[in-house]
């Protein structure tokens, strides 16, 4: 049991501070021509929750496969958690201008945040109509042995990160669960 707990813990804190880069401060506001982060959460008739994020233009909608639930008082805009898995969407300020370059960019930031970086695979995808990159990659954190899945796209001339990880023991039991995600995800 307590080592589930230091793995949730992980997981968060690797998500939030190893997300890809520098971090733009992010407001919430309710006032409607904001053009900072905001977050509204409705129940569908599934009872699931259906996430809407509006991020500058972008607005992100989801409704994630069953038993995923939202991270309450999260900093990223769309974090889920589901046993010891968690899937986050948000902006990123990569510098490239194409997605060779955010995946060159992003594999030299894994490489230094991470230990025993091993890039599993790599593949060109297409999530919402838009052209996207895939890139596995296991590491050990704190003893621990973790898997990810990050997919960057670009959205209304932006990067945007859609990062699935878990321990690498259970990370391929959800994968279902990703495709169901990549497959499902909506950037207006």
Request: charged fraction near 30%; proline fraction near 3%; glycine fraction near 4%.
């Amino acid at each position: 049991m307590k080592k589930f707990f230091i793995a949730i813990f992980y997981i968060i804190i690797v998500f939030a501070l190893c997300s890809c880069g520098k971090k733009a401060p992010v407001e919430t506001s309710t006032a409607s021509n904001d053009a900072s982060a905001k977050v509204e959460q409705t129940s569908t008739t599934k009872e699931t929750t259906n996430t809407e994020v509006k991020a500058k233009d972008a607005i992100i909608e989801i409704v994630p496969p069953d038993g995923w639930t939202p991270v309450e008082g999260s900093v990223i805009p769309v974090q889920y958690m589901k046993q010891t898995a968690s899937f986050m969407v948000k902006s990123e300020p990569y510098q490239s201008k194409d997605l060779d370059g955010v995946i060159s960019e992003a594999k030299a930031i894994f490489e230094k945040s991470f230990d025993g970086v091993k890039f599993e695979s790599e593949e060109e995808i297409e999530v919402d109509g838009k052209e996207a990159r895939k890139m596995i990659f296991t590491c050990e954190i704190s003893s621990m042995k973790m898997k990810f899945e990050y997919v960057f796209l670009f959205a209304n001339e932006k990067v945007y990160v859609i990062t699935f990880g878990d321990l690498t023991d259970t990370f391929d039991s959800l994968s279902s669960d990703y495709e169901q995600i990549l497959k499902d995800i909506r950037f207006k």
